[in-house]
């Protein structure tokens, strides 16, 4: 299984940002993704899920109505679209297969560092 997130970057406070991540290693089209974060100091914290069709998707609280996630199976791509960003969103964000609780093989990441 490889997971290579992109798209991060420096923000300003309201601004967007769209976050990437190619996987590869399994059968993608086949499971749920799911996208997390990692605040400095803080444990991972659940941000989207977007089942296996790209139908259903769920948000936490703290991103809804900001964050669109979508998936293009073709392409074995997960998408995370961040809008009207705050400074906490600022954290290292990741994707994996769905349970993401049970996931170990986890890619690098990509930081997203929001300024106000």
């Known amino acids: 299984v490889q997971l290579v997130e992109s798209g991060g970057g420096l923000v300003q406070l309201g601004g967007s940002l769209r976050l990437s991540c190619a996987a590869s290693?399994?059968?993608?089209?086949?499971?749920?993704m799911t996208w997390v974060r990692q605040a400095p100091g803080k444990t991972l914290e659940w941000v989207s899920d977007?089942?296996?069709?790209?139908?259903?998707?769920s948000y936490a609280y703290s991103v809804y109505g900001r964050f669109i996630i979508s998936r293009d199976n073709a392409e074995n791509t997960v998408y995370l679209q961040m809008n009207d960003l705050e400074p906490d969103d600022t954290a290292v964000y990741y994707c994996?297969?769905?349970?993401?609780?049970?996931?170990?093989?986890w890619g690098r990441g990509t930081q997203v560092t929001v300024s106000s």
């Open positions: 290693g399994f059968t993608f089209s086949s499971y749920s």
């Open positions: 994996a297969p769905s349970p993401w609780s049970s996931f170990d093989s």
């Open positions: 977007i089942n296996s069709g790209g139908d259903k998707t």
